[in-house]
């Protein structure tokens, strides 16, 4: 079974960055789409961004909600299993739980969460 850790989130003020990992194990990561979501306090979970299996028709494709495109870059190294986020630029309204989601035809799996807080 696939089990997903998610690292790196944290304090840090406006403007700054911070890079956010998804380990992956028990499974290669590359025959999954991948996903992160993220969740505010009182909000819905949200898509954040998502990059296609390396297999699929789109090729390892990446895409982004509105409000992050063009300040967040996801990533894969297959070599380490993991999928990384870039957020550069963070505002106080990216604060919230990320989540990091892999899904294939047959079901998907979730990971416990990294807390990122960006303070004004």
């Known amino acids: 079974q696939l089990q997903l850790v998610e690292s790196g989130g944290g304090l840090v003020q406006s403007g700054g960055s911070l890079r956010l990992s998804c380990a992956a194990s028990?499974?290669?990561?590359?025959?999954?789409?991948v996903a992160w979501f993220r969740q505010a306090p009182g909000k819905e979970r949200e898509g954040v961004s998502c990059?296609?299996?390396?297999?699929?028709?789109?090729?390892?494709?990446?895409n982004y909600a509105d409000s992050v495109r063009g300040r967040f870059t996801i990533s894969r190294d297959n070599a380490k299993n993991t999928v990384y986020l870039q957020m550069n630029s963070l505002k106080p309204e990216d604060t919230a739980v990320y989540y990091c989601?892999?899904?294939?035809?047959?079901?998907?799996?979730w990971g416990q969460g990294t807390q990122v807080t960006v303070s004004s």
């Open positions: 028990g499974y290669t990561l590359d025959y999954y789409d």
């Open positions: 990059i296609s299996s390396s297999g699929s028709s789109s090729g390892g494709s990446a």
């Open positions: 989601n892999a899904v294939t035809v047959a079901g998907g799996y």
